[in-house]
């Protein structure tokens, strides 16, 4: 189906055509006929198929339509805030969605698109929100802020959407979007995307929709044609890293997003990749936000070669080049691994994502196999064959719903135990059962012209850290030694 055919303005389809896309997906076929309507949407849809544009699309021609009608026109001397509100749960995504909002939105005169999100000095955010102003992409605590203190108007809200409303609910914001939820008039349209409506997310949908359109797009049960599954078992902590460098030297690497469970292990993985000669750069919330912005532009630009980065932090990355995705630690919870290896076989490309399990990853590795009903094909390299007996894996029940029950008591909520100490891993924004509710709540390291990190010790080998994610001067022996 072409997008002409689905009632967009022509200048919208002239910019999805400049954007190189000829036909529209299944979720937009779906969502936005239902959204030009006016109808509230529950829409969900695995990552990479198009959910962003169905969403962006019927809200700019809701801003075309305002232009058009002279009862709607505004006074430049007046704050009426965005007729469109977005939140996201990370500011990568809300700026990916800003830039879609951008790229669609090119051939809109005068369209205005502002980002509020944790990490950016207030003073601009202000300047944008007192302003003209069509579309507002924010996260919910740093918006929250400006509400508080008076800044952010949102009484004139005509559309508001929640994207990926299920990880904001795991991030803590129920209270934040209930809270700006009743800042926004009550006759406004409401469109959530989530990968479930199941529990505390279909209860918040029951609070914020009026007889919504529910719309269900590739479910976490998807087959990912496009994107090949690896499974490789490690002995030990050296037996991962040397699989981790055959794989990052093999040619059909183009580009590599490599997940940690958590920010240090980021750190410190990246600094040791880097040793070794890889150009590489950590991501994770603990960051600045500039840092952050520069090492999504290096990875862009193909500067980079490497990224590690945690899971909270690498939601909306969309970069095409993306070839391998390495899980080098497992995610706390099952659904984590649909949206970590979404990140590769983007744009219709094919991707690879492997899987670096040790003995003690048996559990999640199961739990991942019941959430998406399909086991993961176990692989061995030449020369780096698994010593120690496969574990016993069993096939994957249809049906299963893996560990996306909410909460619970002591360990239930999903995070698996740490073998090594015998006690579940310590809380952390980006990893861990229980994370704090605000993106901006770790304090930003210093960082200079090249963003250089502050020493610390290493977990293994005494990698030095780097100073930016250029290239370092590979030493000689490596870590391959099992």
Same mark, same amino acid.
């Given at each position: 189906?072409?997008?002409?055919?689905?009632?967009?303005?022509?200048?919208?389809?002239?910019?999805?055509?400049?954007?190189?896309?000829?036909?529209?997906?299944?979720?937009?076929?779906?969502?936005?006929p239902?959204?030009?309507?006016?109808?509230?949407?529950?829409?969900?849809?695995?990552?990479?198929?198009?959910?962003?544009a169905?969403?962006?699309?019927?809200?700019?021609?809701?801003?075309?339509?305002?232009?058009?009608?002279?009862?709607?026109?505004?006074?430049?001397?007046?704050?009426?805030?965005?007729?469109?509100?977005?939140?996201?749960?990370?500011?990568?995504?809300?700026?990916?969605?800003?830039?879609?909002?951008s790229?669609?939105?090119?051939?809109?005169?005068?369209?205005?698109?502002?980002?509020v999100?944790?990490?950016?000095?207030?003073?601009?955010?202000?300047?944008a929100?007192?302003?003209?102003?069509?579309?507002?992409?924010?996260?919910?605590?740093?918006?929250?802020?400006h509400?508080?203190?008076?800044?952010a108007?949102?009484?004139?809200?005509?559309?508001?959407?929640?994207?990926?409303?299920?990880?904001?609910?795991?991030?803590?914001?129920?209270?934040?979007?209930?809270?700006i939820?009743?800042?926004?008039?009550?006759?406004?349209?409401?469109?959530?995307?989530?990968a479930?409506?199941?529990?505390?997310?279909?209860?918040?949908?029951?609070?914020?929709?009026?007889?919504?359109?529910?719309?269900?797009?590739?479910?976490?049960?998807?087959?990912?044609?496009?994107?090949?599954?690896?499974?490789?078992?490690?002995?030990?902590?050296?037996?991962?890293?040397?699989?981790?460098d055959?794989?990052?030297?093999?040619?059909?690497?183009?580009?590599?997003?490599?997940?940690?469970?958590?920010?240090?292990?980021?750190?410190?993985?990246?600094?040791?990749?880097?040793?070794?000669?890889?150009?590489?750069?950590?991501?994770?919330?603990?960051?600045?936000?500039?840092?952050?912005?520069?090492?999504?532009?290096?990875?862009?630009?193909?500067?980079?070669?490497?990224?590690?980065?945690?899971?909270?932090?690498?939601?909306?990355?969309?970069?095409?080049?993306?070839?391998?995705?390495?899980?080098?630690?497992?995610?706390?919870?099952?659904?984590?691994?649909?949206?970590?290896?979404?990140?590769?076989?983007?744009?219709?490309?094919?991707?690879?994502?492997?899987?670096?399990?040790?003995?003690?990853?048996?559990?999640?590795?199961?739990?991942?196999?019941?959430?998406?009903?399909?086991?993961?094909?176990?692989?061995?390299?030449?020369?780096?064959?698994?010593?120690?007996?496969? =574990?016993r894996?069993? &096939? !994957?029940?249809? #049906?299963g719903?893996?560990? /996306?029950?909410?909460?619970?008591?002591?360990? @239930? $909520? %999903?995070?698996?135990?740490?073998?090594?100490?015998g006690?579940?891993?310590a809380?952390?924004?980006?990893?861990?059962?229980?994370?704090?509710?605000?993106?901006?709540?770790?304090?930003?390291?210093?960082?200079?012209?090249?963003?250089?990190? =502050?020493?610390?010790? &290493? !977990?293994?080998g #005494?990698?030095?850290?780097? /100073?930016?994610?250029?290239?370092?001067?590979p @030493? $000689? %022996?490596?870590?391959?030694?099992?």
């Amino acid at each position: 189906m072409t997008f002409e055919s689905l009632g967009l303005h022509e200048s919208l389809t002239k910019a999805v055509a400049d954007a190189g896309y000829e036909t529209a997906t299944e979720v937009q076929m779906k969502a936005i006929p239902l959204a030009l309507a006016n109808h509230d949407l529950m829409v969900s849809s695995s990552t990479g198929s198009g959910k962003t544009a169905s969403f962006i699309l019927p809200a700019l021609q809701r801003i075309i339509a305002s232009r058009a009608d002279t009862t709607q026109r505004r006074d430049r001397s007046v704050v009426y805030g965005p007729r469109i509100l977005v939140l996201t749960p990370t500011r990568e995504l809300a700026m990916q969605v800003a830039k879609a909002a951008s790229t669609y939105g090119r051939h809109v005169q005068g369209l205005r698109v502002a980002t509020v999100v944790g990490g950016v000095p207030y003073p601009a955010q202000i300047k944008a929100l007192r302003g003209p102003l069509d579309i507002l992409i924010s996260t919910p605590g740093r918006l929250l802020d400006h509400l508080q203190t008076g800044k952010a108007v949102l009484e004139n809200v005509e559309l508001l959407v929640l994207d990926e409303a299920d990880r904001m609910l795991d991030m803590g914001f129920i209270d934040d979007i209930n809270t700006i939820a009743e800042h926004v008039p009550a006759a406004r349209q409401t469109v959530m995307f989530s990968a479930t409506f199941a529990g505390h997310v279909g209860r918040l949908a029951q609070n914020l929709l009026r007889d919504p359109q529910r719309i269900d797009v590739a479910s976490h049960t998807d087959t990912h044609e496009n994107i090949e599954q690896r499974l490789h078992w490690a002995d030990n902590h050296h037996h991962k890293n040397a699989l981790l460098d055959h794989i990052l030297t093999e040619r059909s690497m183009e580009q590599a997003l490599v997940f940690t469970s958590t920010q240090r292990d980021a750190d410190w993985l990246a600094d040791r990749l880097a040793e070794m000669g890889h150009a590489v750069a950590s991501l994770h919330g603990g960051m600045p936000q500039g840092r952050r912005n520069r090492v999504l532009q290096g990875l862009r630009s193909q500067q980079l070669k490497v990224l590690v980065a945690t899971d909270v932090a690498a939601r909306g990355i969309d970069v095409p080049s993306i070839s391998h995705v390495i899980n080098y630690g497992l995610p706390m919870k099952a659904e984590d691994y649909v949206h970590r290896i979404g990140r590769t076989g983007r744009a219709g490309r094919n991707g690879l994502a492997i899987t670096l399990g040790e003995r003690m990853d048996t559990g999640m590795i199961r739990r991942i196999q019941q959430f998406t009903t399909q086991s993961i094909p176990v692989a061995t390299i030449e020369g780096l064959e698994p010593k120690s007996p496969e =574990p016993r894996m069993y &096939a !994957p029940r249809p #049906g299963g719903d893996g560990d /996306s029950r909410p909460g619970g008591f002591g360990n @239930r $909520s %999903g995070a698996p135990a740490n073998k090594r100490f015998g006690k579940p891993f310590a809380p952390s924004r980006d990893g861990g059962g229980y994370p704090p509710r605000r993106e901006e709540g770790f304090a930003p390291r210093s960082a200079g012209p090249f963003d250089r990190a =502050p020493a610390r010790r &290493a !977990p293994e080998g #005494g990698a030095a850290p780097r /100073s930016d994610f250029k290239p370092a001067r590979p @030493r $000689s %022996g490596g870590f391959n030694n099992r």
